[in-house]
Structures are given as structure tokens and as C-alpha cells.
């Protein structure tokens, strides 16, 4: 596909490393990891040597400090070649770094961030229960302060990389019985597995990405020391609400990766297959929904890096956020089902890569908030000043 942004000699020097990392350490096991259901253990520290893992975080503390358009211009590259590992990698740089840039301590940035960003800790994010998943704020994980420390207690559920993650931001009630408050009674801590009470629960079976683990977490009497609370207390979904903004553009970033590789072996696939005496892409049925592939796919990716642009001039990108993330993780997986459909009886078995691009196309109009969510998020800016 023809590259319409105008980048940076910087910008292009990124997506070309992450383009060759992924092509030689990513694409040729990526079917083995999702059959396994494992996912390599030397991903991390070749993403931690080449810098992925800490684009986000500035250099004051180890880390790149990309503008957002390079972030993303990675992130699809990995997607491209393996999903798992695009969302583990876009997990790690949204919500655990940008909170703990916006509202950690120097103290907390300093501990956290630097083995984050040299791959030493892996970051992950709990918000989700089994019974509050869209409704955030239906969340009951409790947290009680007892002296110099915080005792939660609770169950989170889908977290991702939660069963290796070294630093967690988790949220938990810190309002009591009556005095509840909804949203604003809710606090983020910053949890570390070595914590007494910690727990790993069950690995979920899943559709796709099935390289990448997801597990609930229970916290059973877990003390977690005073000074692991984030910012001011009670405003901890505040700040995962407005944090979301990366995460939704990672998603978007990672639903056109996928795209992009179900398009490239299907442009593939119709000039090799021969029906009728000729390449299925002579026929017009195969031509049109070729265009129209690669029409949605370039629509989508205009809308994200448009975001992305915006995000790194300063401004706010709530709006536009969710329109890149709706349009592309839709797009993704309407792409991904006429590529499952060229590749005719073929693209129903394992043995070719748009069965499984199929597979984990799907979440992404699921997680950091599903299509509905975006649709409600992008109606009520409508009427905002």
C-alpha cells in the first residue's frame, strides 16, 4: 500500500526497524504462538533492547519519548505480523505510563517508569470485574486504609498480561457503605505481584490473541503500602477515563495492522488461485471487494494518524479518538471477514493466516471500550463547546 503521511526521516527510521523486527523475529512463529496458546518469553527483551517498550515514557526516565504518530506507526507494524504482541506492547505504553506521567509522584516515576521503559517490568491495567465491565463505576474491589497501608479486596477480570505483569494499576472503592460517590469514590493504587495477597485466577480460553495471556486477578487482604496511591484519592477512574485517549488510539493503531496483513495475502492469494482458467483477481467480484478493502482500510488510517496529529499538537482528542478506534476495529473486522471469503473454503482452516486474523480482528471492537461505548462517547461530544 502507498504511504500517503508526510513523516520525519525519525518517523520513517521507526516504522522501518519495527517493520524488519517484525518480520524476522514476529511473523514466522506467530501461527505456532496462537496455536500453543504461549507466548514467547524472548519478546520482551528484544522489544525492551530496541526500545519499544518505553516510546511513550521521555528520556528523563529511560525511555524514547516518541511523539504519538511514531508510537503508532509502530505499534501497526508488530500488528501486522503478530496481534499478541501488538497488544501487549500497546497495554504496557497507554494506561500504566500515561498515568503514572500525569499523576505519579517523582518518587513513583522513578521507581516505576525507568525498569518499565528498560523492560525489567512489564505494565498492565486492571479496571474490569466479572459484573462491571462498560459500567465502570459498578466496580466493588474495596479499598481500606489500616495505618500505613491500603487492604483491598476484590476481584479484577481481563487483565491483560496480568500473570506477568511487575507493575499493575488497579482501582479499587476507597469510598465506604453510605458515603459511596460513585466514579469519584474510586481510587487507582499501584500494585506489584511480590504484594501479600496478590493472586493470579484463571487464564482465559480465548477466540484470538491467543498469544497474549489474559487473567483474572484477586486481591485477598492485600496490603499495598500508602504511597502506591496515584494521585488523590477517589479520582483514580477519572483518570483511567481520561488516560483511555492512548489506549483507544493503540487499539486503532493495532485493528489496522491486522487489516492491512488480511489485505496483503489477499491481494496475494487472488493473483496465485486460478478459477475458471485465470487469476480470481480478473474476476470482478474478487476486484471489487479488493477495492473496497483497501478503500476502508486507507479511510481508517487517515482518520487514526489525523487523531494521532491532533493528540501530539496538544489538543484534546476524546472525539476523535473514539471515531478511529470505532471506524477501525469495524473495518477490521469487515476486512478481515472478505478476506476469510476470497480465500473461499481455504480461509476456514488454520493452515492460512486469515482464519486467525479473523479470529483476532474481533476484540478489537470489544476492549478499551466496545463499539457501543464509542458510539455513545462520540454522541455526547456532538453537543459539548
Same mark, same amino acid.
Given at each position: 500500500?502507498?504511504? &500517503?503521511?508526510?513523516?520525519?526521516?525519525?518517523?520513517?527510521?521507526?516504522?522501518?526497524?519495527?517493520?524488519?523486527?517484525?518480520?524476522?523475529?514476529?511473523?514466522?512463529?506467530?501461527?505456532?504462538?496462537?496455536?500453543?496458546?504461549?507466548?514467547?518469553?524472548?519478546?520482551?527483551?528484544?522489544?525492551?533492547?530496541?526500545?519499544?517498550?518505553?516510546?511513550?515514557?521521555?528520556?528523563?526516565?529511560?525511555?524514547?519519548?516518541?511523539?504519538?504518530?511514531?508510537?503508532?506507526?509502530?505499534?501497526?507494524?508488530?500488528?501486522?505480523?503478530?496481534?499478541?504482541?501488538?497488544?501487549?506492547?500497546?497495554?504496557?505504553?497507554?494506561?500504566?505510563?500515561?498515568?503514572?506521567? +500525569?499523576?505519579?509522584?517523582?518518587?513513583?516515576?522513578?521507581?516505576?517508569?525507568?525498569?518499565?521503559?528498560?523492560?525489567?517490568?512489564?505494565?498492565?491495567? @486492571?479496571?474490569?470485574?466479572?459484573?462491571?465491565?462498560?459500567?465502570?463505576?459498578?466496580?466493588?474491589?474495596?479499598?481500606?486504609?489500616?495505618?500505613?497501608?491500603?487492604?483491598?479486596?476484590?476481584?479484577?477480570?481481563?487483565?491483560?498480561?496480568?500473570?506477568?505483569?511487575?507493575?499493575?494499576?488497579?482501582?479499587?472503592?476507597?469510598?465506604?457503605?453510605?458515603?459511596?460517590?460513585?466514579? /469519584?469514590?474510586?481510587?487507582?493504587?499501584?500494585?506489584?505481584?511480590?504484594?501479600?495477597? &496478590?493472586?493470579?485466577?484463571?487464564?482465559?480460553?480465548?477466540?484470538?490473541?491467543?498469544?497474549?495471556?489474559?487473567?483474572?486477578?484477586? &486481591?485477598?487482604?492485600?496490603?499495598?503500602?500508602?504511597?502506591?496511591?496515584?494521585?488523590?484519592?477517589?479520582?483514580?477512574?477519572?483518570? @483511567?477515563?481520561?488516560?483511555?485517549?492512548?489506549?483507544?488510539?493503540?487499539?486503532?493503531?493495532?485493528?489496522?495492522?491486522?487489516?492491512?496483513?488480511?489485505?496483503?495475502?489477499?491481494?496475494?492469494? @487472488?493473483?496465485?488461485?486460478?478459477?475458471?482458467?485465470?487469476?480470481?483477481?480478473?474476476?470482478?467480484?474478487?476486484?471489487?471487494?479488493?477495492?473496497?478493502?483497501?478503500?476502508?482500510?486507507?479511510?481508517?488510517?487517515?482518520?487514526?494518524?489525523?487523531?494521532?496529529?491532533?493528540?501530539? /499538537?496538544?489538543?484534546?482528542?476524546?472525539?476523535?479518538?473514539?471515531?478511529?478506534?470505532?471506524?477501525?476495529? +469495524?473495518?477490521?473486522?469487515?476486512?478481515?471477514?472478505?478476506?476469510?471469503?476470497?480465500?473461499?473454503?481455504?480461509?476456514?482452516?488454520?493452515?492460512?493466516?486469515?482464519? /486467525?486474523?479473523?479470529?483476532?480482528?474481533?476484540?478489537?471492537?470489544?476492549?478499551?471500550?466496545?463499539?457501543?461505548?464509542?458510539?455513545?462517547?462520540?454522541?455526547?461530544?456532538?453537543?459539548?463547546?
Amino acid at each position: 500500500m502507498q504511504e &500517503f503521511l508526510s513523516l520525519t526521516e525519525e518517523q520513517r527510521e521507526v516504522q522501518r526497524l519495527a517493520r524488519e523486527f517484525a518480520a524476522e523475529s514476529l511473523a514466522p512463529f506467530s501461527a505456532k504462538w496462537d496455536h500453543e496458546g504461549e507466548p514467547d518469553p524472548n519478546v520482551i527483551p528484544r522489544l525492551a533492547e530496541l526500545g519499544f517498550l518505553g516510546m511513550l515514557i521521555p528520556p528523563e526516565y529511560d525511555g524514547l519519548g516518541v511523539d504519538t504518530v511514531t508510537y503508532l506507526l509502530a505499534l501497526e507494524e508488530i500488528a501486522a505480523a503478530d496481534a499478541s504482541t501488538a497488544v501487549l506492547l500497546s497495554v504496557h505504553n497507554s494506561l500504566p505510563v500515561q498515568m503514572l506521567l +500525569e499523576y505519579g509522584t517523582e518518587a513513583q516515576r522513578d521507581r516505576f517508569l525507568k525498569p518499565m521503559a528498560r523492560g525489567e517490568l512489564l505494565g498492565a491495567f @486492571a479496571l474490569s470485574e466479572p459484573d462491571a465491565g462498560s459500567d465502570a463505576a459498578a466496580l466493588r474491589t474495596q479499598a481500606v486504609r489500616d495505618g500505613d497501608c491500603w487492604v483491598l479486596n476484590g476481584t479484577k477480570a481481563w487483565v491483560t498480561n496480568g500473570n506477568r505483569a511487575g507493575v499493575i494499576l488497579a482501582m479499587a472503592r476507597t469510598d465506604q457503605g453510605e458515603n459511596r460517590q460513585g466514579a /469519584r469514590g474510586i481510587s487507582a493504587f499501584v500494585i506489584t505481584p511480590d504484594l501479600p495477597g &496478590f493472586h493470579v485466577g484463571k487464564l482465559e480460553d480465548k477466540m484470538g490473541l491467543r498469544a497474549s495471556p489474559t487473567v483474572q486477578l484477586t &486481591f485477598d487482604n492485600l496490603r499495598v503500602p500508602a504511597d502506591r496511591l496515584l494521585g488523590t484519592e477517589g479520582e483514580g477512574l477519572v483518570y @483511567a477515563l481520561g488516560s483511555l485517549e492512548h489506549g483507544r488510539l493503540g487499539i486503532a493503531a493495532q485493528a489496522l495492522g491486522i487489516a492491512r496483513a488480511a489485505l496483503e495475502h489477499s491481494i496475494r492469494y @487472488a493473483g496465485e488461485r486460478r478459477t475458471f482458467g485465470q487469476p480470481i483477481r480478473a474476476h470482478g467480484a474478487i476486484q471489487f471487494k479488493l477495492a473496497d478493502m483497501a478503500t476502508r482500510y486507507t479511510g481508517a488510517r487517515a482518520l487514526l494518524f489525523a487523531a494521532a496529529a491532533a493528540k501530539d /499538537r496538544g489538543e484534546r482528542v476524546t472525539q476523535l479518538g473514539s471515531m478511529a478506534k470505532l471506524t477501525a476495529s +469495524e473495518m477490521a473486522m469487515w476486512l478481515t471477514t472478505q478476506a476469510v471469503q476470497i480465500f473461499g473454503g481455504y480461509g476456514y482452516v488454520k493452515e492460512f493466516p486469515v482464519e /486467525r486474523l479473523f479470529r483476532d480482528a474481533k476484540v478489537t471492537e470489544i476492549y478499551e471500550g466496545t463499539s457501543e461505548i464509542q458510539r455513545i462517547v462520540i454522541g455526547r461530544s456532538l453537543y459539548e463547546d
